[in-house]
């Protein structure tokens, strides 16, 4: 407001180069005088000082300011703080350098034990392994998590099982302390209605003989009790025995003896007029489609990251503009590719049952000595299970 | 798409094997590529007409080795879909020899099982084959293109030159009769370039009958071939036998550039 009232009042505006530029370069040695033909209504009058100058100078320099952004009109330019652009720009960077498979990726060679083991019998221990930490003793819990643990290192490549097993442990731990802690550990803030035994006249409850006793550990106000270590032991072994037996399972198995193992299972669903053939192709065409996907989100991001968009110059409305248009892109592409898929099948042969278009699964389903020491590693785990919660109390 | 034309246009052009009034049988024997007057024009979205193909008209003899040439837009790859039947002309008769396969210019539209040998075997599933004979046949068409070293690799870990092979030993398991190639070497090395045409050529002279029309712009892989279609702006401008062709667009080329530098 002081801005715009003082501007019109600065006494010289018709020569604003001449003013500005002398005045800021030597606003005290201010000698109009000096030049060789004064124009008489520039001549300043004698009593100003330089201190009133300096103030007209300033208010001068400021009202530029605020002239040379249009004034009030661009101030959603300034909204939007930098960190906001910075990060879309980190965004579509992070997305365009991501993996190109991000759920699952075959590691053919060194082949393996685990590679040799029929498809459905590793379907099976994929079952047993949700199941059974659930419903097992504790000590069977961790004991789960530590076999699965060596089978990885034992099976995998080096860098394979670090990635592997440090995001996993790390999900995993990160979910034991959250609810051992929580389950039971925070003393509920609302008072119990009934009242201490002490002013009911009653005595106190006795210490447990046997070294009993409810409460585990105690972190400030923080509690870990006995209900928190169960809710926390059964959520952390079962993501990690989830997570880490699909990796597993999938980076040793090929998507086809995956999808071979499945229809197996499925095939006696047929009789009940499941359709089968139609849902295993379906399952090996998304598996590639995935794939197609992923490619397509890094594609049209590398896309964006190379135009060298200047994030800092557009304003929040425009960078979500930009990320509308981003996700546009993505899908036109997607259903191009289907489209196009579609079309190769047709080329290749397939006409739309797919019943009489034979899917072949060449892998090799002979059982073997693997298969045989793999099924009766199963049934020992699932018997010490099964009998763990009967004798470990 | 419409089947029913080519159906119609191969009926015409089968006449029952003793027919003798038909003087075309002694054509369709050797002819494995017909095409006559193949028009074909889309239709925009302001309703405007616009022409693709005016009136190509083209034979390719069976057991040959053709090149499809052109300046780049003129319609190769639209006239190699009309006749592999993914689209149908507007105008014109097509007939080309069954079974036929077609392997587009991108691999990524072409592969379509997860892995190497799963998407080869794909195009075989309208056989009714043994396991063992497909796996004879998956191994003989990878080892044709190179591959068989990558048997149970997944598509995604591929290059895009590993992909190309893929879908050109698709093809080759099939053992068809007819190939129609769109442009295979756009993603190959030099070095695969050969090989890859190398590997058609001698799937074609492994058998009498298998005819191969493949699309292309570059000159030098002319010496492969037997014969070659030139197009210009929609239109079969020439065909002939390669040497005939290659003399033809080096002409072009001279006057061409005979007439920037004046």
């Known amino acids: 407001m002081i801005m ?390 | 798409m419409n089947h029913a034309t080519l159906f119609r246009a191969s009926a015409a052009l089968f006449p029952p094997p003793h027919s003798t009034s038909s003087t075309r049988t002694n054509v369709t024997d050797n002819i494995a590529i017909d095409g006559r007057n193949v028009n074909f024009s889309i239709t925009t979205r302001q309703g405007k007409v616009v022409p693709i193909l005016r009136d190509c008209s083209l034979r390719i003899p069976s057991g040959q080795f053709w090149m499809l040439l052109g300046p780049n837009g003129c319609g190769k790859s639209t006239l190699l879909k009309i006749l592999a039947g993914v689209l149908s002309p507007t105008n014109g008769t097509v007939y080309v020899k069954r079974p036929k396969s077609f392997v587009f210019q991108n691999p990524d539209h072409q592969v379509v099982m997860p892995t190497v040998e799963a998407d080869v075997a794909f195009g075989l599933g309208k056989f009714n084959l043994t396991c063992g004979e497909v796996r004879s046949r998956v191994s003989k068409a990878l080892d044709a293109v190179g591959m068989s070293d990558y048997l149970q690799r997944s598509v995604q870990t591929l290059s895009g030159g590993q992909k190309q092979r893929v879908a050109i030993a698709g093809a080759l398991a099939e053992a068809c009769k007819v190939l129609l190639l769109d442009e295979l070497t756009t993603f190959l090395d030099e070095n695969d370039q050969i090989g890859v045409i190398k590997a058609v050529r001698n799937s074609l002279d492994s058998s009498e009958e298998v005819t191969a029309l493949w699309v292309t712009h570059r000159l030098e892989e002319l010496e492969y071939a037997d014969g070659a279609v030139y197009m210009e702006n929609g239109e079969v401008v020439m065909q002939g036998d390669a040497a005939s062709i290659l003399d033809f667009i080096r002409v072009r080329q001279s006057a061409y550039i005979k007439q920037i530098n004046s």
Not at chain 1, 307 to 329: A, G, K, P, S
Not at chain 1, 344 to 354: K, W
């Open chain 1, 4 to 393: 715009n009232c003082t501007f019109p009042t600065v006494t010289f505006p018709a020569i604003p180069n001449f003013t500005t530029s002398t005045i800021s370069a030597c606003p005290k040695t201010l000698h109009v005088t000096s030049l060789k033909n004064p124009i008489p209504f520039l001549k300043p009058p004698n009593k100003i000082n330089p201190t009133k100058l300096k103030l007209k100078i300033s208010f001068r320099t400021r009202a530029s300011v605020s002239d040379s952004n249009g004034g009030t009109g661009n101030w959603v330019k300034w909204i939007p703080t930098g960190a906001f652009s910075i990060s879309a720009d980190k965004v579509f960077r992070l997305i365009s350098g991501a993996t190109a498979s991000p759920i699952y990726q075959f590691v053919s060679s060194p082949t393996t034990f685990l590679h040799s083991v029929d498809p459905r019998i590793k379907l099976v221990w994929l079952l047993a392994l949700v199941v059974l930490p659930a419903r097992s003793h504790i000590a069977m819990r961790f004991g789960l998590v530590i076999f699965l643990s060596f089978l990885s290192i034992w099976i995998l490549p080096r860098h394979v099982w670090m990635d592997q097993l440090g995001r996993v442990s790390l999900l995993s731990g990160i979910l034991f302390i959250m609810l051992g802690l929580g389950a039971d550990g925070v003393t509920p803030l609302v008072q119990l209605r009934t009242p201490p035994p002490a002013m009911m006249g009653l005595p106190k409850l006795p210490a447990s003989l046997g070294g009993y006793s409810y409460l585990i550990m105690k972190l400030g106000p923080l509690q870990f009790t006995r209900k928190g270590l169960s809710v926390a032991s059964i959520a952390a072994c079962l993501t990690f025995t989830v997570f880490q037996s699909a990796s597993l399972c999938l980076t040793t198995t090929t998507p086809e003896q995956l999808a071979f193992a499945l229809r197996w299972f499925m095939l006696p669903l047929t009789y009940i007029g499941v359709p089968v053939a139609e849902i295993v192709l379906t399952l090996m065409l998304s598996l590639r489609f995935i794939t197609l996907v992923f490619d397509e989100v890094r594609n049209v991001a590398l896309g964006i990251v190379s135009r060298r968009i200047n994030w800092q110059h557009l304003t929040m409305m425009e960078t979500i503009d930009i990320f509308v248009i981003y996700f546009r892109r993505i899908f036109k592409n997607i259903f191009i590719h289907a489209d196009q898929i579609s079309q190769a099948m047709i080329v290749r042969g397939f006409r739309g049952d797919s019943k009489t278009h034979k899917i072949y699964f060449l892998s090799d389903s002979s059982f073997g000595m693997a298969d045989i020491v793999s099924l009766l590693c199963l049934v020992g785990v699932t018997g010490a299970a099964l009998l763990s919660d009967y004798f470990l109390v």
